[in-house]
């Protein structure tokens, strides 16, 4: 099992702020039987450059690879790359997620425009033809904007991933994530874990909802999707 969006890695943006928090944090991944976590750290333009960016996700990274190596779960260097128009100008490779051609890529948190939409689908024809970007948790710009806009924003070439604790029980987001899924319109799960208290990894949520609502192999198959994603392969429908 992959959790395909965390902040595990220590002390580099607001996630784990140690070793010690990324261990109990690995420990509580593994208690769910995720054996892949995706690193995805939150990187901003407007903060830093890329080359800066990578060189701290990989210090972070050596420090816990062996901790993450003896428990038997392996981490893949991706990013949660905040939109910019201005990454049009950047060096994107180091943004992608291990060797892939997959970036994720997270919306400002407001109420989305037909403006936006239409410079974001532009963005997005640009890089085509280096980056497939991952929309990450889609269900979470329904707090700022209305659910037609975030449907137009994932009218183009992308995946979408969805954030496990959503799917809690009476979640305000929960009908929006099960009609995706129905639809084939949502491809990850992650569990943007950020600590061991308050944003805790909890891929057992998603699970529960998903088996019970639609299928346990609802689930397995947003799974399965990670595995192609990170095999740098094309996910179907
Ligand atoms: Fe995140």
Do not use: W
């Not at 099992?1 to 140690?18: Q, R, V």
């Not at 903060?47 to 972070?60: L, P």
């Not at 269900?139 to 979408?160: G, H, K, P, Q, W």
């Amino acid at each position: 099992m992959t959790d395909f969006h965390s902040h595990i890695l220590p002390g580099i943006d607001d996630g784990s702020k140690d070793v010690q928090m990324s261990e109990q944090m690995l420990k509580l991944e593994a208690e769910s039987g995720i054996t892949t976590i995706v690193a995805t750290p939150h990187f901003y333009l407007s903060e830093q450059g890329v080359e800066k960016f990578a060189a701290k996700r990989e210090a972070a990274f050596e420090k816990l690879k062996p901790v993450a190596e003896r428990m038997g779960i392996e981490i893949v260097k991706g990013a949660e790359v905040y939109y910019s128009p201005s990454l049009i100008d950047e060096d994107l490779s180091k943004l992608r997620i291990g060797d892939t051609r997959y970036m994720m890529i997270e919306l400002p948190y407001t109420k989305l425009s037909d403006s936006f939409i239409r410079e974001f689908h532009s963005f997005i024809g640009n890089i085509s033809s280096e980056v497939t970007p991952i929309l990450a948790h889609a269900e979470r710009y329904l707090r700022f904007t209305d659910a037609n806009s975030v449907y137009e924003i994932m009218n183009c070439d992308m995946l979408v991933q969805l954030n496990s604790g959503s799917f809690k029980p009476f979640s305000s987001e929960l009908k929006f994530m099960l009609d995706l899924l129905k639809h084939n319109m949502a491809h990850l799960l992650g569990t943007d874990c950020h600590n061991t208290t308050t944003r805790s990894p909890n891929m057992d949520i998603a699970k529960k909802m998903i088996g019970k609502k639609i299928s346990p192999r609802c689930f397995d198959k947003l799974m399965y999707n990670a595995d192609l994603v990170l095999s740098d392969e094309v996910v179907g429908e």
